[in-house]
């Protein structure tokens, strides 16, 4: 059966979920991760990221160039992880099992959980804004709104979520035009970059901006590279999704890092008005409100499908199968919506302060997962897993595995004296005039200690990868 054919003959409602995708249910190409992770990042949520980097006191041109750098580095992380889905046939957090045990992986994916919570919530409030002034309603109206098209989108589930990418990329690609040329229009922007003040502090606030938020992507982005063909390139699979991220991100932080130097003061707290007052107002103001709202469809349905993952991961590792029911399906992605949506409703008054905390301090928790988990695909395992042994606590995997653990604990521990968030600022940040290096800690510490630590087990690995197909024929 042709690709075609077999990707016409899927049907809309996804019928698997954490299990594994066999060989002849795979289907789609390469141009679809690009267009889903532009389409994912030329929205509204990314625009503020940028902005934050020169609200926060920096200056356009080091703001832009901070910005890139964080885009590139972690867009590399991001697409390291995208490149594992077509090989593996798995969602991402599944294979952390490899180094943490089938019972010890909930540890990193129950704040992955909340990682998706709190994303979701902050895109709802966004969101909520916008189709409240689409549809003249109150923001809160508009995030219950956004919220009943987010379950029905993750309900729906891996094909329907592309297809709102390709949806939401041509979207976003008109939008971001237009709003560009008006910017041209509005500024002199020579004279915009020409105010250069340079700081440390927020050069590096201006990278990790960006770094955070391409790695926030990695627990979940092999969840969507996962049905392509194993036969996909994986070195095709990290420009495809990596590209796709990086361009869709940085466009969108460009235009939030121009929108924030011309505000004068007029940015926070009214995100979303601001950005569509630049466009104009009338019919083209309704048309840039809706291109935000769907924008908004694509993260926020990428988040709540994410969560749904993640959940269905920890309750399958102890329960020693990985098969979910649709039923079970729906109620995990009701009460994930819900729990966003009641976060999204109590803290939208102090959307932006808020944010910029969590996205800063969620890098604690998965830089050091990160790491581990691309340490050992690539250089111990070197791709050779055994897939059925992911769902058995007594296989190779076993229950716990407590070196994998005891190094993600250290990489988180080893940040802590370096974060500078209002949610926790450690010690040695004042050393270093107000500078957050720690994500750049717990990338490199971990990475080191769990090389030397389990490269030992690279012996232990199968000869080759070991699926679900191959032990039951």
Known sequence: MSQASASRSK?????????????????????????????????????????????????????????????????????????????????????????????GAAIPIALVCLMYLGFTATGTVLSGQAIGQLLSVSDSTGILIFAAVIVLATVLGYRVIHWIGRIASVLGIIAFVYLFSRIMAIADISQLLENRHFTWASFLLAVSLSASWQIAFGPYVADYSRYL??????????????????????????????????????????????????????????????????????????????????????????????????????????????????????????????????????????????AV?????????????????????????????????IVYTIGVLVQMPFIATKLYTGPMVAYLGGVDVSWIIGLVVPSVLYYLVARGKAAQAPARMILPDAVRS
């Open 373 to 405: 988990n691309l340490v050992d695909y690539y250089f111990i395992t070197k791709e050779r897993y055994d897939v059925p042994a992911l769902a058995d606590p007594k296989g190779r995997y076993g229950r716990w595995n407590m070196p994998g653990i």
């Open 11 to 103: 049907p809309l409602i996804e019928r698997r979920s954490i299990d594994y995708i066999p060989e002849n249910e795979r289907h789609g190409r390469l141009y679809s991760q690009f267009t889903l992770w532009l389409g994912a990042n030329l929205q509204i949520t990314a625009i503020v990221t940028g902005a934050l980097a020169v609200v926060l006191g920096g200056d356009v041109f080091w703001s832009l160039i901070g910005l890139l750098i964080g885009q590139l580095a972690g867009g590399a992380v991001m697409a390291l992880h995208a490149a594992q889905g077509p090989k593996l046939g798995l969602p991402q957090m599944i294979s952390s099992r490899v180094q943490f045990g089938v019972y």
């Open 229 to 370: 063909p194993s036969s996909t390139s994986s070195f095709k699979t990290f420009l495809a999704a990596g590209l796709g991220s990086v361009v869709g991100a940085q466009a969108s932080m460009i235009l939030g890092v121009f929108a924030a130097a011309i505000a004068n003061g007029q940015f926070s707290g009214r995100e979303v008005a601001y950005i569509v007052g630049l466009g104009g107002t009338g019919a083209t103001a309704a048309l840039l409100y809706f291109s935000i709202a769907f924008g908004k469809v694509t993260i926020s349905t990428l988040n709540s499908y994410g969560s749904f993952m993640c959940i269905a991961t920890i309750i399958s590792g102890f329960r020693g199968h990985m098969d979910v029911t649709r039923r079970q399906r729906l109620f995990f992605v009701l009460a994930i919506v819900g729990a966003s949506t009641v976060v999204a409703l109590l803290g939208q008054h102090s959307f932006l302060t808020a944010f910029k905390s969590f996205i800063l301090f969620l890098l604690t928790f998965f830089v050091p997962w990160s």
